[in-house]
């Protein structure tokens, strides 16, 4: 028996970085916060701490300002590609790197029925973002989104499921369905107009939760999957995290009132917890476009 | 000397409550995060054990519940007032109430440009507070909003400030204005259109926010403040606490590159935190209006 | 009616700081998160931009950081005190500072039996805190502790409390008493060895809560705030702020078991909150020693 | 082209288990968050909303209490393992069942010098883990620990990395080395005593980490997985992230001050994130052990 060393990754996390674009007096803001992380040999600073091959966290850091300026940011799957090129081109023994990417959004405070021109509000409706891994000539790109919170009033029921000794809950033709939406969709090629296929696939998202009357979150789950490859060829499948942020009808019979779904405990933990893939089953071979990303 | 019980005060904390008004196909959410405390005659709990006027946690939490039955829960600080005066009301030996509400809000998901009817994504920019505070007949109401994250990419200096051996801050003629504005202001009276004066502050505040050329964090505090009260002869005063969440350039020189206020580094802590007061000079005296209520 | 500028304050929040003394092998860890704040005429500022009173909230961090090296760190209220009266000291204008500490523990790694001497791991137990408040020549030290977090298995009951429509809570004779305490005590002057009555004060609280049979929480908080007073002359005052951590006996009847006092649910929210103040009658006057602190 | 169903599973995250055990005056707590997921045949339910093969989330909850009651808790793992075998065994069409465990430690408080029998504080350094994976017949467990956060104050250094354009950082020959531990090691079998495996390897982990002179967070990471392995034949592999927490030393030369590594500013935001495993080259296959593992 001898002891080796296996899988690995090192890199820098939680790089916040803010830019800012003057070339009009209409400003941009671009929100990031960037983690890098590389793959090679790093072997030796592992076992004899020889550090020759370390490209230090904080050059890291500081590549990811540096590209900023010199290169814009743009769209993050982009800055994403760049940086994770630049660590595995400009180091022979980085062979392979992931950069993973959120954004904030930013609305334009509107003043006197316009939009300001230098003044924002941080926007809701969840966190855009990219996990771009680079494995030599290639690369892969994972967009999504997180902490999309929703909520449906009705259309939505359980019923059907199966019983056992322990089991205690009612069927529910009419409840209340939220969840927080984490989407991670993996493109099948690196030639896309991001934006443009994040902004529809974050709609269908929304209307596909909104229109579909709900049996199970699972079958929600799937239907928000399917309706995104439907109208995204470019798009080889999604993966889905959706918490059933439980919401328990309030009994109020001990003190004489009905409740006739009208008042509702939203509770914490636990939850339940649905996790599911939907893809094209002509998608090509995902790689390592899922290495080290947060799922099931 | 001998030992005495002093102030004092117990409750429920962060009951949380969503209703759902059904009485058409447009659905209404209202989603609330509750906390009561009583005041009053309390003392032989804590020297004997004695409960007899322990008004117990939980039965206040289903009050809450309830009462969002039975009466509705309509705008928050109205909810808040019929909340404390209950506890006032029926208990003889509780003298005051605190309510206090967070209020989340909900947009309807846009469905092919219809609003729709009964699905909903959880909105951003900030939350609503109100602080409801009872004791005997009075009343005082002090409402706001918190995590209203609000930045400006130019219109903010800071220079002129003292010198001293500590002192290696440069001037900055340029600089990113950030923060995650809390707000509370204090109605003079109770008999106010709550949510019409909710909507027009915080418009006013994010406007004056935006339109304000910023000399110091300071100015644009006091500047929101003051616009607030001059539309708005029912509030009597207004504080807030307002952090300044640092955006520092990048010292990019080291790699032979410009940053002509470009590439920000977004900080977290240590960070600073501004806190003041505008009042009218002939407001009423605040009473209880600020008892126990976070600030300075 | 005209528009003025009330109570204020401003600073610099969460500096943290460590402090490494090595003067001998066995080296010596400090690690502090200090909050600077300060009052005084700031008016100019707030109104009209004029910073020539604004000691930059940089210098303030710089202080504490400079203040280390010059003088040490020690014991966190003489740290508290040295910086609060250097900020009242060298501005004329400023006439108040508070100095917010909280001290994080370390635990020296134990190796083969012994301590190691620059080897640490994070203590549990919760945080030390001090809130140092400096008003012209007055001083004031509140310190404390916060995030203990305790529970007994037995030896707590409830029941007596009244009912009334919205009751539904059950007498209990035996429950799971669990609590995270934040104490703050409020020292009647400032010459004090301010570590021995930490120390001594802790254990107190945790004895205290052990060994006293609880018929309500109430009457544990007063009971621990009492012990603290007859033992502590030093002390004016205890506040207590004490959430009552719910654990819930989970029904397992629909499966045929019984419970008898074992399987327990851990709720989160709501959460009861239990708050009081312990003092002696003859204490002096609180002045502004508890400005601005959170509580009730 | 045709949609499919890919990866998925669904479970109850975060039941908060608490359990006491009264069979002597000196009770034993036992204090769990524990999440179930299933994988198995439940296409129908995601393309159809059939839920004849759901077993609901809230039985799985229901079956983790009943369970605490029926068998007891004991190890963590051995408990994970019923609750997963009881899964796969009971229900047909579920093949594979991962139970995920965190459990929180609690200290006797001392009193008079002596444990007290029911009452207990918090313990800190850090929680433990177990990921317990059924696949069938097959199982296997990896269990580890979180959030043990260390520090050493000398015996680091990190130099000999290599530089290019956008290299800032400077060699460092004595520095503070910071992490907060996340360890996670397989078993080769599932007849261990889980119990006495892991206070060793707790043990294991601190020590190494304080003895070993660092030239690296990566050789430290690599030692401290080394001995583990060299110590425990039980074990197969060891995986590890660990960040560095950067203390940073600050400059206090524009004050006049030295600062000789005494006065450092520890930092939030960004930070290195370094992730290695270190494993037996004649381990057997990791199977499905560190499926949906958060990692690397």
Redesign the interface.
Known sequence: ??????????????????????DSDR?Q?E?LNV?T?LRGD?AA???????????????Q???V??F???YGVGQIEDFGLRLGRHFTD??DWVTGAQIRIEEYG??R????GAD?P????????GTRTTVVTIDGPQAWVVSGLTD????????SE????????????GEDRDR?LATAVTARWRYIGTDVDWDKSYTDIRRIL??S???KH???L??T??YMG?QV??AHPEVA?V?MSM??KH?FL?D?S??????D??????????????????????APDAGRAW??V???
Chains 1, 2, 3, 4 share one sequence.
């Open positions: 028996m001898a002891i080796t060393f296996g899988d690995n990754q090192y890199g820098k996390a939680e790089v916040r970085l803010v830019k800012i674009t003057r400003h803001i929100d983690s992380s790093f600073a592992h076992t004899v701490g020889d550090n020759a091959h370390v490209v230090a966290t904080d050059t850091k500081n590549t300002y540096a900023a300026q010199q400009d180091f930013w609305d405070i509107p003043v006197d300001h230098h003044a924002f509000s941080r926007a809701g409706g999309l919170t929703v909520l449906k009033s009705t259309g359980f019923t059907g499921f199966p019983r056992d000794r322990y089991t205690s809950l209340i929304l209307e939760f909104a229109v709900s049996l199970a699972q079958q789950l799937y399917e490859l439907q499948e993966r918490p059933n919401h309030v109020l001990p003190f004489g009132l009905p409740n779904r009208e008042v509702y405990y939203a509770a914490d933990r636990p939850y339940g917890l649905i996790e599911g893939t939907v893809m094209r089953d002509d290495q080290a947060p799922g099931f």
